[in-house]
């Protein structure tokens, strides 16, 4: 099985509504981030978490919030869903070592 | 603040040729670097990292980088190509020692491996 789980791996929304994408990790790691990967501009960084009572903003948070419900669960929500949301998400997560471990990725549709 | 610079979003190599993708950092102290690559619809893979230990790394599948202080550079390298290295590589930095890191990734080079 898989060390980091995504779900859903893909999703078409329309504008306006919210979704959730969630994230679940059994490598015991304290730290979870989420990025979104558009093409031509890498990955970037729209939260992290370093314990479950820690949670920051990355560089692009407007438009999203996230949730650390457990160790092992980092979700996170598009509160009103828009076009320029369209991408791919990941999650990863990482110990006390400094290698990010990430998960498969959601492709994100917002029509 | 810190950023990286992939120079050459596309490069193409033959098989068998040697593969250089090039990575520069910007930071006010010596960071932590990494080369992530990501084959066709799958999420990013460590290839190596350096963490301020010897300045020669060697990851899997034959790569290597060398951290070069001096030119704020850490090249990604392989002598000799191979169909299944055509995949997107980046290149990524984080602050070293602060016990809070997040990586921050270049905009990715998409290297193809002509046969």
């Known amino acids: 099985d898989a060390d980091v789980t995504q779900t859903p791996r893909n999703r078409i929304t329309k504008t306006g509504k919210r979704i959730m994408l969630e994230c679940s990790q059994t490598?015991?790691?304290?730290?979870m981030y989420w990025y979104r990967q558009d093409p031509g501009l890498g990955l970037r960084l729209i939260y992290y978490?370093?314990?479950?009572?820690?949670?920051n903003k990355g560089e692009i948070s407007d438009g999203y919030s996230v949730s650390r419900q457990a160790q092992a669960k980092f979700s996170l929500s598009l509160e009103s869903a828009i076009p320029n949301q369209t991408a791919l998400y990941f999650c990863?997560?990482?110990?006390?070592?400094?290698?990010?471990?990430f998960g498969p990725g959601t492709r994100l549709l917002v029509l | 603040a810190q950023s990286v610079t992939q120079l050459g979003s596309h490069v193409s190599v033959s098989e068998g040729a040697l593969v250089l993708l090039r990575c520069n950092y910007s930071?006010?102290?010596?960071?932590?670097l990494f080369w992530y690559v990501q084959y066709p619809n799958q999420g990013l893979q460590l290839l190596l990292k350096?963490?301020?230990?010897?300045?020669l790394v060697k990851g899997i599948n034959g790569f290597e980088a060398e951290f070069k202080k001096s030119e704020t550079s850490f090249h990604l390298t392989k002598p000799s190509a191979h169909m299944s290295d055509a995949a997107e590589y980046f290149c990524?930095?984080?602050?070293?020692?602060?016990?809070?890191?997040?990586?921050?990734f270049g905009s990715g080079t998409r290297l193809q491996v002509q046969p």
């Open positions: 978490s370093f314990d479950v009572k820690d949670i």
């Open positions: 350096y963490t301020s230990a010897a300045t």
């Open positions: 930071s006010s102290v010596p960071p932590y």
């Open positions: 990524a930095v984080s602050p070293p020692h602060t016990g809070r890191r997040a990586l921050t």
């Open positions: 990863a997560t990482s110990g006390s070592e400094e290698t990010q471990y």
């Open positions: 490598k015991g790691h304290d730290r």
